[in-house]
């Protein structure tokens, strides 16, 4: 495969001195001994001797043990690696410790409220206060409490509340329809359900109660509901969380005590329910947030997600820095894809996150970020969710200026972290992920295990991480986690996507390993070849899938979304194809293309290759994919009518 060597950015010398990375690097020759020549050299010693980096991450980040662990690693194989053995403290504990309660700690906007503030102090007075309620309910360690809630500052609260008190958290965004948060928390048997009254969405308001109703009957471990009126203001209901709830208690737990579940996307079968403990997000999030997102005092932080997705999770742990963070509930494009440019600019963003989609859609829409705005505080661009295009690399280049550091990141729910991505002392390369993270062992594999460089292979993680999932939820025997990891390379994790390794340190991801389009023996992942189809101005929205077929070389169909003011004509069709034959490769040619209303997606916004090429080959629909876990269910039907 061959990548590109253009470099887009490079940090200042005023960026490389400011940057917590290079205070890392500084910290460990003068505690340690240890001098690196540069990233990557510093990143080879972190998977080479992972129990020294994450002693020195322990150390540097100053984390607070009520009882001290007898190691680091007490059992390296994978899967059931043990870290910390012995080791006690709390995860919001870090988040609240030394501060000052006048300075603020989130800014917050929906479609609902206006811009708002809550300081350190408000955000720890609600969080004991919905702890107290917790309490007063039977909640304690170990219990689970699910939120069926938006991404406002109280779900943040609840959510450290109930980890302050042991007891394990999950959510789902009020979106999700009933079978898809049932199918979801009924396996972990919530004791606490806390749900909104209702939501705005695009300017439509969205009435939730009877189906909250609906999925409270539905949990047979539930013992309670708990309402909050989000879309009338009204607030906690009386009697929970009324305040008097006096200090923060922290209850320490054990280092792999189980902080949250998180689900897969649920597309064929139940979802899995992913449980992460309290002190491997702790690590984790500590070193993405201190180094890698370079997080400081000032800086506002923000990331478009919703409480169904991991970001919104790993948003959360920006608060364990100096630096505050940003939240928005609604549609980023209502009014129009300005929407979250103006909220950068009313909150004063110095990093604005969102994903590869939104930046296609505002390229698409030719929305220029800074006409009409003052964008100066803004000095960084993150990405993810799927591959961001060059294109779209460019487009932020044009659009917020050369002195920009864009950060393309990749990693998933499994890890509730990025394992690849950006690094703020490193120049940033068209349409490259600039290293993989520190402590993370990533590599390019191809069948046989062998590691590869310069070619595309198999992500997989070699050693393990603090952040891998201690269990799925109700997986008593390990069976699902080692099926879903560890199958394909015993003892070693397969993430599921293509990536390349070049020989700068730097990555590329081209899609998901179980959708490679595979054409004559030569293998593409779908992201490059989107990326050549989303060029094409007309279209929208693109899928395309590899369905085989005995005899020959399989189907491989392609499906578009254009613009309402086109149509796929022969001509467009055309050129479809010509962009496709120069950009990937004549046999990467779909054999053709057709018109559709919408592409299936995920809750999460994930595109439903699997499932709809499992269709396209005769599986029944209601096998190949689970309707309540898709944002548009609607969007299979028209795959169901050519199987008829």
């Known amino acids: 495969m061959a990548v590109g060597a253009e470099v887009l950015w490079s940090p200042s010398e005023e960026r490389l001195e400011r940057a917590t990375l290079t205070r890392f690097a500084g910290w460990l020759s003068d505690t340690r001994g240890l001098r ?6 510093l990143w080879q010693w972190s998977v080479d001797d992972i129990e020294a980096f994450w002693e020195s991450i322990v150390a540097f980040c100053e984390v607070r043990f009520e009882t001290p662990a007898r190691s680091v690693l007490g059992r390296s194989e994978m899967p059931g690696a043990e870290w910390f053995p012995g080791a006690r403290l709390s995860y919001p504990e870090h988040i609240f410790r030394g501060r000052d309660s006048e300075a603020v700690a989130l800014r917050h906007a929906s479609e609902v409220r206006e811009l708002g503030e809550w300081t350190w102090g408000r955000l720890r007075g609600e969080t004991a206060a919905i702890a107290s309620g917790l309490r007063a309910l039977g909640v304690g360690s170990g219990d689970r409490v699910a939120a069926y809630m938006p991404n406002i500052p109280e779900t943040v609260a609840a959510f450290l509340a109930c980890a302050s008190i042991g007891a394990v958290w999950s959510s789902a965004a009020p979106e999700f329809g009933a079978r898809s948060v049932i199918d979801r928390f009924a396996q972990i048997e919530p004791k606490v359900l806390l749900a909104i009254d209702g939501y705005r969405y695009g300017g439509r308001d969205f009435d939730r109660r009877e189906i909250v109703r609906h999925i409270a009957s539905e949990i047979p471990s539930l013992e309670r509901l708990v309402t909050l009126g989000y879309l009338d203001g009204s607030g906690w209901e009386d009697g929970f969380a009324d305040g008097g709830a006096g200090e923060l208690d922290f209850a320490p737990v054990a280092f792999d005590h189980p902080l949250w579940v998180l689900y897969s996307s649920g597309t064929t079968g139940l979802p899995k329910p992913i449980v992460h403990g309290q002190g491997g997000i702790l690590l984790e ?16 932080l923000f990331w478009f997600s919703t409480t169904g997705w991991m970001m919104w999770n790993f948003l959360v742990g920006v608060l364990l820095t ?32 969102t994903s590869a989609a939104f930046i296609a859609s505002c390229m698409k829409a030719e929305v220029s970020p800074r006409a009409g705005r003052s964008l100066e505080a803004l000095t960084a661009v993150g990405s993810t969710g799927s591959p961001l295009s060059p294109e779209g690399f460019r ?17 998933g729910t499994d890890l509730c972290t990025a394992f690849v991505g950006g690094v703020p002392t490193l120049p940033v390369y068209l349409g490259e992920l600039q290293a993989r993270a520190l402590g993370a062992s990533v590599e390019a594999w191809d069948p046989e295990g062998h590691s590869l460089v310069e070619e595309v292979g198999e992500l997989v993680i070699t050693k393990p991480m603090p952040s891998m999932p201690i269990y799925f939820w109700g997986d008593e025997d390990g069976s699902r986690l080692r099926e879903s990891y560890f199958s394909t390379y015993p003892g070693v994790w397969r993430h599921g996507d293509w990536i390349t390794i070049t020989s700068r340190g730097t990555a590329v991801i ?33 899928l395309v899938v590899d369905v085989p077929r005995p005899g020959t070389d399989g189907w491989m169909p392609l499906f578009v979304v254009v613009r309402e003011d086109a149509s796929l004509d022969d001509s467009l069709i055309d050129q479809i194809r010509r962009r496709i034959r120069e950009d990937c490769s004549p046999r990467h040619v779909p054999d053709e293309i057709r018109q559709i209303d919408e592409v299936p997606r995920t809750l ?33 039907d028209y795959f169901l009518t050519l199987v008829k």
């Not at 487009?395 to 990693?411: C, Q």
């Not at 390993?513 to 989107?530: K, P």
């Open 510 to 542: 081209s899609g998901r390993s179980d959708s490679t389009i595979n054409r004559g023996g030569v293998r593409m992942g779908t992201a490059e070849i989107y990326r050549a189809v989303l060029a094409v101005p007309e279209v929208l929205d693109a």
């Open 322 to 353: 100096e630096a505050s963070i940003v939240l928005f509930d609604g549609n980023p494009g209502y009014p129009d894809l300005g929407r979250l440019w103006d909220l950068a600019e009313e909150t004063g963003m110095t990093c604005f996150g």
């Open 285 to 300: 999030q500590l070193k993405k947030s201190v180094l890698h997102l370079d997080a400081q005092a000032g800086d506002r």
């Open 395 to 411: 487009w932020v280049y044009d659009e917020l200026g050369a002195d920009t550091w864009l950060f393309s990141t990749s990693g």
């Open 36 to 41: 690196f020549d540069g990233y990557h050299d």
């Open 604 to 636: 999460s916004g994930k595109v439903l290759e699997v499932p709809v090429k499992r269709i396209l080959m005769g599986v029944a629909p209601e096998e190949a994919a689970s309707r309540e876990s898709l944002a548009n269910p609607k969007a299979l």
